[in-house]
């Protein structure tokens, strides 16, 4: 199991700032890609920004200009800063982590694949 906690979200006033927290643990071999979504209410989850950690980060173009996602591969951790926030960015944030867990032989060894998320924080946009 990878457990993923998220850490930052609240309540901001247009044009504030706030930075998103994400920490991966468990028995991980690999982590390839970390990320954010998002999720409105009555609109489906959206991808805000991810990084597989080789290229350039991908973000969704409501956000470019205004949000930097970075990781620390070795911390298992990837952050969102964001900016010039909106009413408009008002959603439950959720982290993504997708990689290898160990092997039942140990972590030396690449075992199955995983997928997991967040449990979500609530970023709120409002004066």
């Known amino acids: 199991q990878v457990n993923l906690v998220e850490s930052g979200g609240g309540l901001v006033q247009p044009g504030g700032s706030l930075r998103l927290s994400c920490a991966a643990s468990?028995?991980?071999?690999?982590?390839?890609?970390m990320g954010w979504y998002r999720q409105a209410p009555g609109k489906p989850r959206e991808l805000v920004a991810a990084?597989?950690?080789?290229?350039?980060?991908n973000y969704a173009d409501s956000v470019k200009g205004r949000f930097t996602i970075s990781r620390d591969s070795a911390k298992k951790t990837v952050v969102l800063q964001m900016i010039s926030l909106k009413p408009e960015d008002t959603a439950v944030y959720y982290c993504?982590?997708?990689?290898?867990?160990?092997?039942?032989?140990?972590?030396?060894?690449?075992?199955?694949?995983?997928?997991?998320w967040g449990q979500g924080t609530q970023v709120t946009v409002s004066s």
């Open positions: 468990g028995r991980i071999f690999r982590i390839n890609g």
């Open positions: 993504n982590a997708d990689g290898n867990f160990c092997s039942v032989y140990g972590c030396m060894i690449r075992g199955e694949r995983f997928d997991s």
């Open positions: 990084t597989t950690g080789g290229g350039d980060p």
